[in-house]
């Protein structure tokens, strides 16, 4: 089974699950993407620390516990930048609701951008998406 493989089949397993914070929220659901393709996560030792309780920690307590002043810079200490997603990419876009980061987390499937929402996921046009991450 190859990756496209891999992540379509992780994709279908957690269609149907809605967001909920620490368990199934954007990051997880990313992280566990990548773990789907490539057998690791692009931060599975993020995991946990970003939360507070049941809730995500505030950007000043962020900041503490990553030592990185934005987001952008905590993707650039394990990932590239790429101008073009290429299928499996980690991609981020503003929201209109208030998240901690600035920014949500989905994959690149091709020409369409996988997102969580409150009641699953969400396919959005690729040019939607405001930055595009790979691997090291």
Known sequence: MGESDRLNAYLDNVSGLPFEW????CFTFT???????????YADDWM?????????KRKRDLKLEFKHHT????????MARVEQPVFGSLLTKTVNQRWV???AFGISIGSR????SKEGLVRVNIEDAESAWVLK
């Open 101 to 103: 980061t600035g920014a």
């Open 113 to 116: 951008g996988v997102f969580l």
């Open 22 to 25: 620490g368990t199934h929220d």
């Open 71 to 78: 987001l952008l810079s905590a993707l650039s200490s394990r």
């Open 48 to 56: 946990g620390r970003y939360m507070d309780g049941s809730a995500p």
């Open 31 to 41: 992280n566990g993407a990548f773990r789907a393709m490539y057998g690791v996560g």
